[in-house]
């Protein structure tokens, strides 16, 4: 049986052992390659400082590139008995290369190992988000443009309120997301801070070069006070969750909207048959499962920050074996909110919209504030304008003029979808994820 790294003479209880470790050795599959990303900077750091020769260093990169390509295939397996992923990389190493596998582990702990692994893994994991949601974005916005002039009934209250058109109701949703991908870039600036070289939060003895490893791994700039470093841990997750919670509450209003505007009782948008589910006793049902699944899955992702929360809020300073739980929770989330973007691109995509809505008379009344202020342009002060409305709709004599002419910025008329674009370029490029692309192809190929 594999030891474990903290093991001196004494094994641990099996039943201690299988209620400490939990869902560990699973959520660390998920940072298996940023593991070993984290180690390949770390050795190549102790390189410079004289704890490892250039040899060593050589045969250690070499078989960590390995490890890497095998992590990337999803082939990476941790062993049983082997408590976690950074244990399962050393005791691979140490197989292969013998004693010089034993001292890759020099000048760091488990503590700011995994705090580097979640940091690799999350803004990877944020940068797969960014182009989702672009993604997302772009169909909305083309369906604005493409639907501009098709109107549809705005509600306040759910009641009939104003008119409003798909064009708005696309390149809302659309806006929405690049205010999203606004926090989610804050949150990524939070992310992008090096812990390596905080070891168990309170530093090392070793003559550590942590500018160079925050170089050697593309991060914008180290976490400098080591025991903040350590405090990092849930913060950055929760900070994370918040932008993630973000991207979801766009997504699960518009799937209310969707599920709302596909009913036989507003018709507003129709799904193609084969993105609907049937009854299995109601042979008309054409059910939109896909956004009444989003929705849900949305609002559970809201959750998140609060859970989190909740398993770290009560923590003084220092390592507590409470945070290895938030891995449970946060790790998993990625792959829900990532489904979810592509799931509602590819539906609203394909969605067809009623053109010919507000053909139907009982929405005649949407166009009582077009008249009110026809009549203020004539020249008759606004409040006797809207009286004068008023008395005619509860009398039956309002007579709608259903011509639209609203030409101010974000209007029917306007829709702005060039800035809105231009907004959300705009907040891509303020990620810079090129930094990291040069740093981890620098790592892999060699180039050290």
Excluded at 55 to 75: F, P, T
Excluded at 144 to 156: D, M, R
Aim: with cysteine.
């Amino acid at each position: 049986m594999a030891q474990k790294l903290w093991e001196k003479n004494i094994q641990v209880d099996k039943e201690v052992e299988a209620f400490t470790v939990g869902k560990d050795r699973e959520m660390d599959i998920y940072l298996a390659k940023y593991d070993v990303l984290g180690s390949m900077a770390h050795i190549t750091m102790l390189e410079s400082i004289g704890l490892l020769t250039n040899a060593e260093l050589d045969l250690l990169l070499h078989e960590l590139r390995s490890i890497y390509h095998i992590a990337e295939k999803g082939e990476f397996v941790i062993e049983e008995g082997v408590e976690d992923v950074h244990s399962q990389v050393e005791l691979l190493l140490t197989r292969k290369l013998g004693d010089v596998g034993k001292k890759i582990h020099s000048g760091r702990s488990r503590n700011d190992q995994v705090l580097v692994d979640l940091k690799l893994f999350t803004r990877a994991e944020i940068r797969t988000l960014t182009e989702l949601t672009k993604d997302l974005f772009d169909v909305l916005l083309q369906q604005s443009e493409s639907y501009k002039e098709v109107l549809l009934p705005g509600y306040t209250h759910l009641q009939v309120a104003m008119p409003s058109s798909f064009g708005l109701w696309f390149g809302a949703y659309a806006e929405s997301l690049a205010d999203d991908l606004q926090l989610l870039q804050a949150a990524y600036k939070v992310c992008n801070r090096n812990p390596l070289g905080s070891a168990a939060g309170y530093g090392s003895s070793f003559p550590l070069n942590r500018k160079m490893t925050t170089n050697l791994l593309g991060f914008d700039s180290m976490n400098y006070n080591v025991v903040y470093a350590q405090m990092g841990r849930g913060k950055m997750e929760r900070t994370v969750a918040f932008a993630m919670a973000g991207i979801a509450a766009t997504l699960s209003k518009l799937a209310f909207d969707a599920c709302m505007f596909n009913s036989q009782n507003f018709g507003f948008i129709k799904l193609p048959d084969q993105f609907t589910t049937g009854s299995s006793i109601m042979p008309h049902k054409k059910n939109p499962d896909v956004f009444e699944l989003t929705r849900a899955k949305c609002n559970k992702i809201q959750g998140l920050p609060q859970q989190i929360t909740l398993i770290c809020n009560n923590l003084p300073s220092g390592y507590f074996r409470d945070l290895q739980l938030i891995k449970e929770l946060f790790v998993p989330a990625f792959d829900e909110l990532k489904d979810c973007l592509r799931m509602v691109a590819h539906m609203m995509r394909e969605v067809k919209v009623n053109q010919s809505i507000l053909e139907d008379d009982k929405y005649a009344l949407l166009f009582s504030v077009e008249e009110v202020n026809r009549r203020v342009i004539e020249g008759t002060p606004f409040r006797d304008a809207y009286k004068q409305v008023g008395l005619e709709i509860e009398a039956g004599k309002f007579s709608p003029d259903k011509k639209i002419h609203h030409t101010h910025e974000g209007s029917i008329g306007n829709l702005c979808n060039d800035a809105i674009s231009a907004l959300m370029q705009n907040i891509i490029d303020g990620f810079s994820f090129e930094r990291i692309d040069f740093a981890e192809k620098k790592l892999l190929t060699n180039e050290n």
